[in-house]
T-cell receptor
Framework: DSGVTQTPKHLITATGQRVTLRCSPR?????VYWYQQSLDQGLQFLIQ???????AKGNILERFSAQQFPDLHSELNLSSLELGDSALYFC??????????????FGPGTRLTVL | AQSVAQPEDQVNVAEGNPLTVKCTYS??????LFWYVQYPNRGLQFLLK??????LVKGSYGFEAEFNKSQTSFHLKKPSALVSDSALYFC??????????????FGSGTQLTVLP
C-alpha cells in the first residue's frame, strides 16, 4: 500500500457526461500528479499540482481540469466524455526529502468506462 | 524532450532463471531513472531508482538495475525469477532540468511471464 488513495475504484458513465476523480496524497506530500493509462497511448502525464498550485501540464485535453485543495487532496474533472476517454487514471504523490525525494508513489487508480 | 524505450513487449523466463527487462532512454543531462511494476488491476508499485552514485542499484523484492551511461540503458535484473514476479514492468525517466514539476516519462511497458 503506497499510502495514496483514489476514489472511486470504478466509474461507468455515458458519453457527454462529466465525472470527478478524487485523490488523497500520502501524508506530508505536497505534490500530486495525474496520469492516464490507456491501451493505445500507454502511461501519459496529465497535470501536476504542488501545494495547491498548478505546476506542469502534459497531454491534458481542454475538457479535463484539475485542482488541489487546501487539505492537499486533488480532483480531476473530466467533461463531455468520449469513448476514447475510457482508461485507468492514476494519481501519484512525490516524496519531499531523503530517500523518498524524487520518487512518485502511485495510488490504485480509477478505471473509467465511457459507454 | 525525454523518452524511454522498452524494446520487448513480452519477456518469458523459467522460474529460477535470471531475468532481464531492457530499457533505454534519451534525455538532456544526467537522467533520473525509475522502475515500476504493475500487477493486474493494481496501481504502479515503485521498485527502484537511479539518481546518482553507484551504477548498480538494488531495489525491492530482489530486483536490481544497472545504469550504463554510454549505452543510455537502465536494464532491470533479478538473479532468480519467481512465478510471482509475473507482471507488467515500466521504466521511467525524468530530466534533472525539469524544474519543480519533475514529471515522469514512461516506456510502453514489458509484460514479464515467469513459467513454473
Amino acid at each position: 500500500d503506497s499510502g495514496v488513495t483514489q476514489t472511486p475504484k470504478h466509474l461507468i458513465t455515458a458519453t457527454g457526461q462529466r465525472v470527478t476523480l478524487r485523490c488523497s496524497p500520502r501524508s506530508g506530500d505536497l505534490s500530486v500528479y495525474w496520469y492516464q493509462q490507456s491501451l493505445d497511448q500507454g502511461l501519459q502525464f496529465l497535470i501536476q499540482y504542488y501545494n495547491g498550485e498548478e505546476r506542469a501540464k502534459g497531454n491534458i485535453l481542454e475538457r479535463f481540469s484539475a485542482q488541489q485543495f487546501p487539505d492537499l487532496h486533488s480532483e480531476l474533472n473530466l467533461s463531455s466524455l468520449e469513448l476514447g476517454d475510457s482508461a485507468l487514471y492514476f494519481c501519484a504523490s512525490r516524496g519531499l526529502a531523503g530517500t523518498e525525494a524524487d520518487t512518485q508513489y502511485f495510488g490504485p487508480g480509477t478505471r473509467l468506462t465511457v459507454l | 524532450a525525454q523518452s524511454v524505450a522498452q524494446p520487448e513487449d513480452q519477456v518469458n523466463v523459467a522460474e529460477g532463471n535470471p531475468l532481464t527487462v531492457k530499457c533505454t532512454y534519451s534525455v538532456s543531462g544526467n537522467p533520473y531513472l525509475f522502475w515500476y511494476v504493475q500487477y493486474p488491476n493494481r496501481g504502479l508499485q515503485f521498485l527502484l531508482k537511479y539518481i546518482t552514485g553507484d551504477n548498480l542499484v538494488k531495489g525491492s523484492y530482489g530486483f536490481e538495475a544497472e545504469f550504463n551511461k554510454s549505452q543510455t540503458s537502465f536494464h532491470l535484473k533479478k538473479p532468480s525469477a519467481l512465478v510471482s514476479d509475473s507482471a507488467l514492468y515500466f521504466c521511467a525517466v525524468r530530466a534533472p532540468s525539469s524544474g519543480s514539476a519533475r514529471q515522469l516519462t514512461f516506456g510502453s511497458g514489458t509484460q514479464l511471464t515467469v513459467l513454473p
